[in-house]
C-alpha cells in the first residue's frame, strides 16, 4: 500500500511542476499572409483567427486578429504593411483590446478598427 503511495506521488510530481511558458507572438515580418497566418494559429487559442487585406495602389495591409480566451473579452490584433523594398510584410500593430471579443477593420485614407459596438478603439492615417 505504502509503495503505491509513493509510487503515485513520483509520477504526479511532473504534473504538479510549474510548466514552462513559452511567449511567442506574431512575426515582426514575414515574406507571405500565409507564414503570418502560421505563425498566429497557435497563438489563438480558442477562437477563430480572422484576416483583412486590404491593396490600395501601393499600399498593401494586412490585419490579423483573435480572442484566444473563453469567457474574456480581448481581442489580439496583429497589423502588417507590405515592404516593397525588403519584399516583406512588417509588423507595425501588436495590440491587444480589452472589452471587445472580436474586431472589424476598415480602411480608405487611414485603417480604423472598431470594437462590437462599432467604436472607434484604433485609427492610424496611412503613409503613402
Excluded at 39 to 59: M, Q, S, W, Y
Excluded at 96 to 117: Q, W
Aim: net charge positive.
Amino acid at each position: 500500500m505504502r509503495r503505491n503511495l509513493i509510487a503515485s506521488l513520483i509520477l504526479a510530481i511532473p504534473c504538479v511542476a510549474p510548466a514552462k511558458e513559452d511567449k511567442k507572438e506574431a512575426p515582426k515580418e514575414a515574406k507571405t499572409t500565409a507564414e503570418i497566418l502560421k505563425a498566429v494559429e497557435p497563438l489563438k487559442g480558442f477562437g477563430i483567427v480572422c484576416t483583412a487585406e486590404f491593396n490600395r495602389d501601393e499600399l498593401r495591409t494586412f490585419v490579423v486578429s483573435y480572442n484566444p480566451y473563453s469567457g474574456e473579452a480581448a481581442c489580439h490584433v496583429h497589423a502588417y504593411r507590405f515592404d516593397t523594398k525588403k519584399e516583406k510584410w512588417v509588423r507595425f500593430l501588436n495590440q491587444v483590446f480589452e472589452g471587445t471579443h472580436e474586431v472589424s477593420v476598415e480602411s480608405r485614407d487611414c485603417i480604423t478598427i472598431r470594437n462590437v459596438k462599432s467604436e472607434v478603439i484604433y485609427k492610424e492615417k496611412l503613409k503613402e
